[in-house]
Protein backbone atom coordinates (compact mmCIF):
# COMPACT_ATOMS: atom_id res chain seq x y z
CA UNK A 1 0.00 0.00 0.00
CA UNK A 2 1.12 3.42 -0.82
CA UNK A 3 1.99 5.59 1.99
CA UNK A 4 2.05 9.64 2.11
CA UNK A 5 5.89 10.63 3.07
CA UNK A 6 4.97 12.36 5.69
CA UNK A 7 2.85 9.55 7.53
CA UNK A 8 6.00 7.94 9.44
CA UNK A 9 6.99 11.68 10.85
CA UNK A 10 2.92 12.01 11.74
CA UNK A 11 3.32 8.41 13.25
CA UNK A 12 6.57 9.39 15.21
CA UNK A 13 5.50 12.87 16.29
CA UNK A 14 1.86 11.38 18.12
CA UNK A 15 3.53 8.73 19.68
CA UNK A 16 6.42 10.38 20.99
CA UNK A 17 3.73 13.57 22.58
CA UNK A 18 1.79 10.53 24.53
CA UNK A 19 2.92 11.16 28.18
CA UNK A 20 3.61 7.12 28.93
CA UNK A 21 5.92 7.59 25.75
CA UNK A 22 7.37 10.73 25.10
CA UNK A 23 11.11 10.10 26.78
CA UNK A 24 11.09 6.69 24.38
CA UNK A 25 14.16 6.52 22.23
CA UNK A 26 12.87 7.91 18.59
CA UNK A 27 14.39 5.59 16.51
CA UNK A 28 12.79 2.52 18.01
CA UNK A 29 9.56 3.97 17.98
CA UNK A 30 10.15 5.06 14.11
CA UNK A 31 11.61 1.12 13.27
CA UNK A 32 8.16 -0.12 14.93
CA UNK A 33 6.14 2.95 13.33
CA UNK A 34 7.71 2.23 10.01
CA UNK A 35 6.55 -1.78 10.21
CA UNK A 36 3.08 -0.88 11.43
CA UNK A 37 2.18 1.22 8.32
CA UNK A 38 3.50 -0.84 6.00
CA UNK A 39 0.98 -3.48 7.54
CA UNK A 40 -2.13 -1.41 8.60
CA UNK A 41 -5.58 0.08 6.45
CA UNK A 42 -4.34 3.70 7.80
CA UNK A 43 -2.53 5.94 10.09
CA UNK A 44 -4.65 6.05 13.07
CA UNK A 45 -4.59 2.07 12.85
CA UNK A 46 -0.35 2.00 12.76
CA UNK A 47 -0.84 4.37 16.02
CA UNK A 48 -2.69 1.72 18.11
CA UNK A 49 -0.36 -0.80 16.78
CA UNK A 50 2.57 0.90 17.50
CA UNK A 51 1.58 2.01 21.11
CA UNK A 52 0.63 -1.81 21.03
CA UNK A 53 4.15 -2.93 20.61
CA UNK A 54 5.75 -0.27 22.95
CA UNK A 55 3.88 -1.37 25.67
CA UNK A 56 4.91 -4.77 24.90
CA UNK A 57 8.74 -3.94 25.04
CA UNK A 58 8.49 -0.79 27.42
CA UNK A 59 5.40 -0.03 28.84
CA UNK A 60 4.24 -2.63 30.51
CA UNK A 61 7.36 -2.13 33.05
CA UNK A 62 6.80 0.89 34.21
CA UNK A 63 3.90 1.71 35.44
CA UNK A 64 3.85 5.33 35.74
CA UNK A 65 7.02 7.82 35.34
CA UNK A 66 9.48 6.67 38.06
CA UNK A 67 10.17 9.46 41.16
CA UNK A 68 13.62 10.22 39.87
CA UNK A 69 14.29 13.72 41.63
CA UNK A 70 13.34 12.40 44.86
CA UNK A 71 15.37 9.22 44.38
CA UNK A 72 18.44 11.06 43.90
CA UNK A 73 17.94 13.22 46.96
CA UNK A 74 17.85 10.14 49.03
CA UNK A 75 20.63 8.31 47.08
CA UNK A 76 22.66 11.71 48.27
CA UNK A 77 21.40 11.23 51.67
CA UNK A 78 21.90 7.96 52.13
CA UNK A 79 26.31 9.03 51.24
CA UNK A 80 28.13 7.17 53.48
CA UNK A 81 25.90 4.56 55.51
CA UNK A 82 25.87 1.35 52.76
CA UNK A 83 22.61 0.11 54.75
CA UNK A 84 20.58 3.15 53.63
CA UNK A 85 21.89 3.63 50.49
CA UNK A 86 20.49 -0.48 49.93
CA UNK A 87 17.10 0.53 51.38
CA UNK A 88 16.83 3.66 48.75
CA UNK A 89 17.82 1.20 45.81
CA UNK A 90 15.65 -1.83 46.80
CA UNK A 91 12.13 0.83 46.62
CA UNK A 92 13.72 2.29 43.27
CA UNK A 93 13.76 -1.39 42.20
CA UNK A 94 10.51 -2.15 42.98
CA UNK A 95 9.12 0.09 40.62
CA UNK A 96 10.26 -2.08 37.84
CA UNK A 97 9.01 -4.99 36.51
CA UNK A 98 11.60 -7.25 35.85
CA UNK A 99 13.80 -5.86 38.66
CA UNK A 100 10.61 -6.37 41.05
CA UNK A 101 10.59 -10.27 40.28
CA UNK A 102 14.40 -10.62 41.42
CA UNK A 103 14.27 -8.78 44.72
CA UNK A 104 13.46 -12.06 47.18
CA UNK A 105 17.03 -13.69 46.10
CA UNK A 106 18.68 -10.72 45.04
CA UNK A 107 22.20 -10.90 46.84
CA UNK A 108 22.11 -14.63 45.89
CA UNK A 109 21.29 -13.83 42.55
CA UNK A 110 24.35 -11.62 41.74
CA UNK A 111 26.65 -13.77 44.30
CA UNK A 112 26.07 -16.91 42.17
CA UNK A 113 26.38 -15.57 38.79
CA UNK A 114 29.72 -13.08 39.62
CA UNK A 115 31.17 -16.84 41.27
CA UNK A 116 30.93 -17.72 37.48
CA UNK A 117 33.11 -14.88 36.20
CA UNK A 118 37.11 -13.47 36.72
CA UNK A 119 36.87 -10.33 38.92
CA UNK A 120 34.93 -7.90 36.92
CA UNK A 121 36.04 -3.84 36.58
CA UNK A 122 33.92 -3.08 33.69
CA UNK A 123 30.49 -3.71 33.28
CA UNK A 124 28.22 -3.05 30.16
CA UNK A 125 24.41 -3.40 31.28
CA UNK A 126 22.55 -3.76 28.14
CA UNK A 127 18.61 -2.82 28.41
CA UNK A 128 19.34 -1.84 32.05
CA UNK A 129 15.85 -0.78 33.13
CA UNK A 130 16.49 0.32 36.50
CA UNK A 131 19.21 -3.08 36.83
CA UNK A 132 21.76 -0.88 37.95
CA UNK A 133 20.66 0.16 41.05
CA UNK A 134 21.80 -3.36 41.99
CA UNK A 135 25.14 -2.48 41.77
CA UNK A 136 25.90 -2.41 45.40
CA UNK A 137 25.03 -6.49 45.44
CA UNK A 138 27.29 -7.19 42.77
CA UNK A 139 30.98 -8.14 44.15
CA UNK A 140 33.01 -5.89 41.73
CA UNK A 141 36.50 -4.89 41.81
CA UNK A 142 37.21 -1.85 43.57
CA UNK A 143 36.99 1.63 41.19
CA UNK A 144 34.46 -0.35 38.52
CA UNK A 145 33.43 1.29 36.16
CA UNK A 146 29.43 0.99 35.06
CA UNK A 147 27.80 1.66 31.66
CA UNK A 148 24.49 1.30 30.95
CA UNK A 149 21.88 1.94 28.17
CA UNK A 150 18.18 1.80 28.04
CA UNK A 151 15.01 3.14 26.06
CA UNK A 152 14.38 6.08 27.69
CA UNK A 153 15.99 8.91 27.70
CA UNK A 154 14.51 10.12 31.44
CA UNK A 155 15.99 6.69 32.52
CA UNK A 156 19.19 7.58 31.55
CA UNK A 157 19.73 10.70 32.64
CA UNK A 158 18.45 9.56 35.88
CA UNK A 159 21.14 6.99 35.52
CA UNK A 160 23.86 9.10 34.83
CA UNK A 161 23.37 11.35 38.03
CA UNK A 162 23.19 7.91 40.17
CA UNK A 163 25.80 6.14 39.00
CA UNK A 164 28.54 8.58 41.02
CA UNK A 165 26.20 8.18 44.42
CA UNK A 166 26.87 4.44 43.93
CA UNK A 167 30.64 5.11 43.98
CA UNK A 168 30.78 3.81 40.80
CA UNK A 169 32.54 5.34 37.70
CA UNK A 170 30.32 5.18 34.42
CA UNK A 171 27.83 6.76 32.56
CA UNK A 172 24.12 5.85 30.87
CA UNK A 173 23.02 6.22 27.54
CA UNK A 174 19.64 6.18 25.12
CA UNK A 175 20.46 3.02 23.18
CA UNK A 176 18.14 1.28 20.61
CA UNK A 177 20.00 -2.13 20.64
CA UNK A 178 18.00 -3.47 17.86
CA UNK A 179 20.46 -1.92 15.63
CA UNK A 180 23.90 -2.48 17.17
CA UNK A 181 24.91 -2.27 20.87
CA UNK A 182 27.04 1.13 21.99
CA UNK A 183 30.43 0.72 21.17
CA UNK A 184 32.42 0.24 24.47
CA UNK A 185 34.37 -2.57 25.59
CA UNK A 186 33.93 -4.50 28.90
CA UNK A 187 34.84 -7.41 30.94
CA UNK A 188 31.01 -8.75 31.31
CA UNK A 189 27.95 -7.43 29.82
CA UNK A 190 24.95 -7.96 31.42
CA UNK A 191 22.00 -8.72 29.00
CA UNK A 192 19.03 -8.89 31.24
CA UNK A 193 15.46 -10.78 29.92
CA UNK A 194 16.04 -8.39 26.90
CA UNK A 195 16.74 -10.75 24.30
CA UNK A 196 12.70 -12.16 23.76
CA UNK A 197 12.04 -7.87 23.62
CA UNK A 198 14.43 -7.62 20.80
CA UNK A 199 12.66 -10.02 18.41
CA UNK A 200 9.34 -7.73 19.19
CA UNK A 201 11.27 -5.10 17.12
CA UNK A 202 13.28 -7.68 14.45
CA UNK A 203 13.78 -11.20 14.22
CA UNK A 204 17.35 -12.27 14.72
CA UNK A 205 17.91 -8.73 16.67
CA UNK A 206 18.98 -10.62 19.95
CA UNK A 207 21.68 -12.80 18.16
CA UNK A 208 23.12 -10.00 16.84
CA UNK A 209 23.81 -8.11 19.60
CA UNK A 210 25.59 -11.04 21.65
CA UNK A 211 27.67 -11.69 18.57
CA UNK A 212 28.37 -7.48 18.60
CA UNK A 213 29.06 -6.82 22.08
CA UNK A 214 32.56 -6.39 22.60
CA UNK A 215 33.41 -8.04 26.15
CA UNK A 216 34.56 -11.57 26.48
CA UNK A 217 32.02 -12.62 28.93
CA UNK A 218 28.03 -12.72 29.01
CA UNK A 219 25.08 -12.35 31.25
CA UNK A 220 22.55 -13.45 29.24
CA UNK A 221 19.07 -14.20 31.24
CA UNK A 222 15.15 -14.86 30.02
CA UNK A 223 12.02 -14.65 32.40
CA UNK A 224 10.48 -18.38 33.07
CA UNK A 225 7.04 -16.70 33.39
CA UNK A 226 4.79 -14.31 31.68
CA UNK A 227 4.77 -10.23 33.50
CA UNK A 228 0.99 -12.23 34.89
CA UNK A 229 2.75 -15.13 36.29
CA UNK A 230 2.01 -17.55 34.24
CA UNK A 231 4.22 -20.40 33.82
CA UNK A 232 4.15 -21.46 29.61
CA UNK A 233 7.12 -22.91 28.78
CA UNK A 234 9.29 -20.12 28.26
CA UNK A 235 12.33 -21.58 30.25
CA UNK A 236 12.50 -24.25 27.83
CA UNK A 237 11.55 -21.97 24.64
CA UNK A 238 14.67 -19.96 25.58
CA UNK A 239 16.91 -21.96 26.52
CA UNK A 240 16.38 -23.97 23.30
CA UNK A 241 17.74 -20.96 21.57
CA UNK A 242 19.97 -19.49 23.47
CA UNK A 243 21.89 -23.04 23.41
CA UNK A 244 21.65 -22.75 19.68
CA UNK A 245 23.40 -19.57 19.08
CA UNK A 246 26.39 -21.08 21.39
CA UNK A 247 26.87 -23.91 19.29
CA UNK A 248 26.35 -21.88 16.50
CA UNK A 249 29.37 -19.28 17.69
CA UNK A 250 31.28 -22.03 19.60
CA UNK A 251 30.40 -20.34 23.12
CA UNK A 252 31.07 -21.73 26.17
CA UNK A 253 27.63 -22.05 28.17
CA UNK A 254 27.08 -22.29 32.07
CA UNK A 255 23.25 -21.86 32.77
CA UNK A 256 21.95 -20.97 36.45
CA UNK A 257 18.46 -20.98 37.60
CA UNK A 258 16.37 -19.05 39.87
CA UNK A 259 12.93 -18.60 40.80
CA UNK A 260 11.27 -16.29 37.86
CA UNK A 261 14.78 -16.42 35.62
CA UNK A 262 16.66 -18.84 33.27
CA UNK A 263 20.45 -17.23 33.53
CA UNK A 264 23.27 -17.99 31.20
CA UNK A 265 27.28 -17.02 31.84
CA UNK A 266 28.73 -16.88 28.78
CA UNK A 267 32.13 -17.14 27.40
CA UNK A 268 32.32 -15.93 23.99
CA UNK A 269 34.94 -17.85 21.75
CA UNK A 270 37.09 -20.89 22.63
Known sequence: MTREPD????L????LASARYR?????????IGAQELAARGSL????KATKGRLHQIAGAFLERTPPYAAWLTALRDAAGDPARLRAVCL??????ASTRERLPDLERFYLTIFAALPPVGRVLDLG????????????LSPGASYLACDVYSDLSAFLDAALPLLGLNGASSVCDL?????????DVALVLKTLPLLEHLRRGAGRDLLQQI????????????????RNVGMAATYSAQMRAIAAAEAWQLQPLEFANEIVFVVRKGN
Open 91 to 96: EALGHH
Open 128 to 139: CGLNPLAAPWMP
Open 178 to 186: SGAPPPWRA
Open 12 to 15: VAQV
Open 7 to 10: DLER
Open 214 to 229: DAPHLVVSFPTRSLGG
Open 23 to 31: ALCPTVVRA
Open 44 to 47: KAAI
